[in-house]
């Protein structure tokens, strides 16, 4: 089956310093991937997709200067978040998915910023 | 634009009762709609979806939700809820063919009491 896995599954990192985080596609091509962060008591706010051979699509208050973007190859990506601050703490979530299927989903990365 | 909305923040529910818990969504093409649930400290597992065809569907655990185009709904049920049943519910909504932003509800609170 599809699966997607993440990682680290929690972290914590100094106010101010860089946090990057993994995603791995298993069983499929993870020809687009969207990361998505879900703040405290909130739902969950698209950052950005990326889509193989395209230019990453940042969503509004979400800029490749603070989230930078890796997309190599149809099974993995990876995010930064630069220069984190207690608002960038949450639940970090990726989602991929081959073609025009539904997206798989990890089980996310949780970041506390201290 | 989509928008989902899940107008109940927290549900609360005795073990053995029947559930609903509501979803409306906004979308100016046909939507592709589904139901997450979140339990505590993990990410997203898919309950159901749906594409088109039979207005319910039915999902795993004893889950199903039911599409109305004429009211904009598409509202969970499940007929007798168990205290495993207790976590956050996430209403989706995604364009059709060609849709690639999935956009999700606030999330609805369930706490299933004995």
């Known amino acids: 089956g599809a699966l997607v896995y993440q990682y680290p599954r929690r972290t914590i990192c100094k106010s101010g310093t860089s946090m990057r985080m993994e995603c791995q596609a298993v069983?499929?091509?993870?020809?687009?991937v969207a990361w998505y962060r879900q703040s405290p008591q909130k739902t969950f706010e698209l950052i950005a997709l990326s889509t193989v051979n395209s230019a990453i699509k940042y969503e509004q208050n979400f800029t490749q200067e603070k989230f930078p973007i890796s997309h190599p190859n149809l099974s993995f990506s990876s995010m930064t978040v630069l220069n984190a601050y207690l608002e960038d703490r949450g639940l970090y979530l990726c989602g991929a998915r081959e073609g025009n299927s539904d997206y798989t989903f990890g089980s996310g990365t949780r970041l506390l910023v201290i | 634009a989509q928008s989902v909305t899940q107008p109940d923040a927290r549900v609360t529910v005795s073990e053995g009762a029947s559930l609903q818990l509501r979803c409306k969504y906004s979308?100016?093409?046909?939507?592709?709609l589904f139901w997450y649930v979140q339990y505590p400290r993990q990410g997203l597992q898919l309950l159901l979806k749906?594409?088109?065809?039979?207005?319910v569907v039915q999902g795993v655990n004893g889950f199903e939700a039911e599409f109305s185009k004429s009211n904009s709904s598409f509202h969970l049920r499940k007929a007798s809820v168990h205290w495993s049943d207790s976590a956050v519910y996430f209403c989706a909504v995604r364009s059709g063919t060609g849709g690639y932003k999935v956009v999700f509800g606030s999330g609805t609170r369930l706490l299933v009491s004995p």
């Open positions: 749906y594409y088109s065809g039979d207005p």
């Open positions: 069983g499929f091509q993870a020809t687009s």
């Open positions: 979308s100016s093409v046909t939507p592709y």
